[in-house]
């Protein structure tokens, strides 16, 4: 907890009451990620509403960068990707009343911990979302039809899958999963 705690403090984020966890995770053959301008959207959507007060970026060095270059507004307070170890992860999931991102590892780390988290699973299936008492994902219309097929999986560009994930829709499911947590 202490290594989380003295990164946020190096942020001069003090209070975590109403904090997001963002985690964009990589661009991977198999899974499509969802675009990072998007995520930034969503961002401020949340902090405009005032249902959030600070977004931090988790994930690696490699997100650190392609975030930076990516975040024009400065949507994020704390870039924190590449600066924390797993546990430490796990205990800022622990004070966030938000994760949101795509599909990857440290979205169950934030299933584990039971930090309420909307989950972007553009082409994988729903049963490989994280667990946890208050998680939602969110996915692309390709994934959600009933005939949808692995071989078509691979004949479409990956990106046709993140595609048709609006900024309305993964806003509206992070209000709807804050609502449940009140």
């Given at each position: ?46 902090k ?20 930076r ?49 909307v ?11 994280p ?26 560009d ?25």
């Amino acid at each position: 907890i202490e290594e989380a705690e003295r990164e946020l403090e190096s942020h001069n984020i003090y209070d975590t009451s109403r904090m997001l966890a963002v985690y964009p995770s990589r661009e991977l053959l198999h899974r499509p990620r969802w675009q990072l301008q998007k995520l930034a959207n969503v961002i401020k959507l949340l902090k405009d509403s005032g249902l959030i007060s600070k977004a931090v970026l988790i994930g690696s060095e490699e997100e650190r960068a392609e975030w930076r270059a990516a975040d024009s507004e400065v949507m994020i307070d704390a870039n924190l990707a590449g600066r924390l170890s797993l546990l430490a992860i796990g205990a800022l999931f622990s004070k966030c009343i938000l994760a949101l991102g795509n599909d990857g590892g440290l979205m169950h780390i934030a299933g584990a911990v039971d930090c309420p988290l909307v989950v972007l699973m553009a082409s994988t299936p729903i049963s490989y979302r994280p667990a946890g008492k208050h998680v939602r994902a969110v996915q692309s219309a390709l994934a959600r039809q009933s005939s949808y097929l692995r071989e078509a999986k691979n004949k479409l560009d990956p990106t046709e899958f993140t595609k048709s994930i609006s900024v309305e829709d993964v806003f509206q499911a992070c209000l709807q999963t804050l609502e449940a947590i009140k």
